[in-house]
């Protein structure tokens, strides 16, 4: 009895895996995409080049999982000039660390389409655990065949936990830049073969 439960339990497992299938990252119709304190107001941003994938099954969130490597000059905020100081030592440093990388871990708290994805975010050369807050937004096929998965996921960091600690006092009081960046990932993906 014990190795026909065994068995049942493996199947249905497998099973889930089976069904399980892995998304590549479509930068077109995707955004990678940031917002921070500055001064009085707020300014947001994004990156620009990124690649990765995510895997999805909507039976089976216990298996959902997502990778994804940033291009850290990408980073646009509309700004020439700001742009160019954060790829400087300053704050990203992209000579030295080149690439952001998100790796999930687990998956938590799943209730329907939403569910928290656990994993380690790398920045300018620092790991630490992040939490996203995810909802799948849906599948389907696009006009030339293409299947289709989309999430949105958002976190807050706090930059200097990640070694961004540069700042400038201003006059009236407080500093220029804001400690909490708030990340916002507007995902779809193409269902690899």
Do not use: C
Request: a neutral charge.
């Amino acid at each position: 009895m014990k190795k026909l439960y065994l068995l049942a339990a493996s199947l249905i497992s497998l099973s889930g895996f089976l069904q399980a299938a892995t998304y590549k990252i479509d930068p077109d119709h995707s955004t990678v995409g940031f917002k921070v304190r500055h001064l009085i107001g707020n300014v947001s941003g994004r990156f620009d080049k990124y690649q990765g994938t995510f895997v999805y099954d909507k039976t089976n969130p216990s298996i959902w999982k997502a990778e994804a490597t940033i291009d850290a000059s990408s980073i646009n905020t509309n700004t020439a000039k700001r742009d160019e100081h954060l790829r400087s030592a300053d704050f990203f440093e992209v000579n030295t660390y080149p690439t952001l990388k998100f790796v999930s871990t687990k998956v938590t708290d799943a209730q329907g389409s939403k569910a928290k994805l656990l994993g380690n975010l790398t920045i300018h050369g620092v790991t630490k655990p992040v939490v996203l807050d995810l909802e799948m937004l849906g599948e389907g096929k696009d006009p030339w065949g293409n299947e289709r998965a989309s999430f949105v996921a958002t976190t807050q960091i706090n930059r200097k936990d990640y070694g961004l600690t540069w700042n400038q006092a201003i006059e009236t009081g407080g500093v220029l830049v804001g400690d909490d960046v708030a990340i916002t990932l507007e995902i779809e993906g193409i269902k690899q073969k």
